[in-house]
């Protein structure tokens, strides 16, 4: 990489004692910016730090001196110096005096965008997120310089406070051949932008800091037109944009729903659902975590749908090293130790539940499963070992079992088709089975067509109240399995009868990843608790346990949970402490 920085011009606006100080710091390729507040000691903030650069406070005289050899400060209170990429930023009294200033070093990098080139000469709108101070203009300066330069395109930069080509009438050299059209005021922003597109006949458009509700309207009439976008908004993550109701129409905007009753039975959710509103105004997002390594969602829409149905998508991290080799990695949302993928934004525990109360205490012997067995504690004094071992040990090596639940050898179905099998379901939710056969690994593909299923997977109710169904059914020589209710045991186990692996005299072990939909700590918590309540208590003992009060929601899911043991449970109590008690057999 190659960097022009323009230092000495910025050190001569300093007072003297200031820049005698940082013409002699040992890393002053590294600073960041120069902080002067009225009464205060001068700081310099580096990459790894700040220091102060004097013990004398700053006076009045001091900013301003400053302030004389700056050109004057704009409506955002942002000045600049001519022909270069530095930005010096100001703080007024109530009676509008300057008593603080931010000096901020501008750096032109040649070389900063080879991670996403390959993005850049597609013709696709980009948008880069990130923090402030992670890059992001620096990063738009070069994307506009190789497009003007290298790609030989028509393009105009929308410079709001002369941050991207420097303050004058003459842009920084770092944007190559691209034009700049300055802003008269901030507000003003947008309407340079559709300005631009009107007179100029630009094929790029590149907009610094996307803010307003006014500037992303602006920006969708503009990719909508068939110019390439390239901008940037704060945020450090799409999920920010999405929660932002001003910024969110550039990634599509989210509308709410009402879906039909069989469509909400069919997605077993509820009738109002979040939705992507339109096709997003940036085909690419590139979320830049750091200098070095950015996160890149080459397919918004898809991204943000994915997000929206509260799944995790998989991300695509571009990292560069010392050398300025690129890596490219796919890395898969983030696995818990049961193998649940968390819901966005799952807060942090609270500890809640058995973990929290030392109600449940691991022994030191091994089950005939390779499972640490547990019991439930009635007694406060525990032998040393157990109280050393605790609960979060017994998740840890409960969840160490990796069983396979397909056998290799299976190769046909049920009527001896090849597999993988071809199912086309009737009134359940999709979710709930694609969620089965991926945790379970089953050879089932689910289809859309009736003429291309093997057999059809359908509610006991709607197979009897429609003679349709089940006359092209028998047409066709296509098997028909229902189930009594949608759950996850039944159609778990109606999926297994159908490929043969099913025996009904040995109950399956549960995977706690087909129970737990988010996969959130308190929904793995509260599974972990009734399964070992009943592999360690109900079923060996014969004994009746009532579970720690729980939600309405987790308790469905532990009710269901139960129901794959084939036991019978229920919920008793009031709320808050509304619980649930098994039953054995």
């Not at 100080?21 to 120069?34: A, F, G, M, R, Y």
Request: net charge negative.
């Amino acid at each position: 990489m190659q960097i022009t920085d323009d230092l000495g011009q910025l050190l001569a606006v300093l007072p003297e004692s200031i820049r005698l100080t940082l013409e002699q710091h040992p890393k002053l390729d590294v600073l960041i910016e120069v902080v002067m507040d009225l009464g205060r000691y001068p700081e310099a903030r580096f990459a790894d730090g700040a220091e102060y650069l004097s013990d004398v406070p700053i006076t009045k005289a001091e900013l301003a001196d400053c302030v004389d050899r700056l050109g004057s400060f704009s409506g955002d209170n942002r000045a600049g110096i001519e022909r270069t990429l530095h930005r010096i930023s100001c703080m007024r009294n109530r009676t509008g005096e300057i008593i603080g200033l931010t000096c901020r070093v501008g750096r032109a990098v040649y070389g900063t965008i080879e991670m996403i080139r390959d993005l850049v000469e597609t013709g696709k709108s980009i948008l880069m997120l990130g923090r402030p101070g992670v890059g992001k203009t620096t990063a738009l300066r070069e994307i506009a310089r190789v497009l003007a330069d290298e790609l030989g395109k028509r393009v105009v930069v929308i410079d709001t406070s002369n941050e991207i080509a420097g303050d004058g009438d003459i842009p920084h050299s770092a944007i190559g051949k691209a034009r700049r059209m300055q802003v008269a005021r901030p507000e003003l922003q947008h309407q340079v932008m559709i300005e631009a597109v009107e007179n100029h006949m630009p094929e790029v458009i590149v907009i610094d800091e996307i803010g307003t509700e006014l500037e992303a309207l602006a920006a969708r009439t503009i990719a909508e037109r068939g110019v390439q976008l390239v901008g940037t908004a704060h945020g450090n993550k799409l999920e920010n944009l999405l929660k932002n109701p001003t910024l969110s129409d550039l990634v599509g905007g989210i509308q709410a729903v009402t879906l039909g009753d069989d469509e909400a039975r069919r997605r077993a959710s509820q009738k109002t659902v979040l939705e992507r509103k339109a096709p997003p105004t940036f085909e690419i997002a590139v979320e830049m975590q750091e200098r070095h390594r950015w996160v890149v969602h080459d397919s918004v829409s898809e991204i943000v749908d994915t997000l929206l149905r509260g799944r995790q998508p998989t991300t695509q991290v571009r990292t560069v090293n010392d050398e300025g080799q690129v890596t490219v990695v796919r890395e898969l949302p983030e696995i818990g130790k049961n193998g649940l993928m968390p819901a966005p934004n799952t807060p942090p525990s609270s500890n809640r539940g058995w973990r929290s109360t030392g109600r449940m205490e691991p022994l030191p012997t091994s089950n005939g499963f390779g499972r640490l067995p547990a019991t439930l504690a009635t007694n406060a004094s525990q032998s040393t070992l157990e109280a050393d071992l605790g609960f979060a040990q017994l998740l840890e090596q409960s969840w160490d079992d990796d069983e396979a639940m397909v056998s290799s050898g299976i190769s046909v179905g049920a009527n001896g088709q090849e597999l993988p099998l071809h199912v086309y379901p009737y009134g359940i939710g999709r979710d709930e089975l694609e969620q089965v056969i991926e945790v379970l690994n089953l050879p089932v593909i689910l289809t859309k067509d009736m003429a291309n299923a093997d057999a059809v997977l359908a509610l006991r109710t709607h197979i009897k109240n429609h003679a349709k169904l089940r006359q092209i059914s028998k047409v066709r020589q296509v098997p028909i399995y229902s189930v009594k209710s949608g759950t996850i045991p039944q159609i778990t186990r109606t999926l297994r009868r159908m490929l043969h692996m099913d025996d009904p005299g040995v109950p399956e072990d549960a995977d706690l990843r087909l129970f737990a939909a988010n996969g959130s700590e308190d929904e793995v918590e509260a599974l972990e608790e009734a399964r070992l309540a009943v592999e360690q208590i109900v079923i060996p003992k014969g004994q009746p346990v009532e579970l720690l009060p729980r939600s309405a929601y987790v308790r469905k899911i532990q009710h269901e949970l139960i129901e794959h043991y084939r036991l019978k449970s229920a919920s008793f109590g009031e709320e808050p402490n509304r619980r649930l008690r098994i039953f054995p057999a």
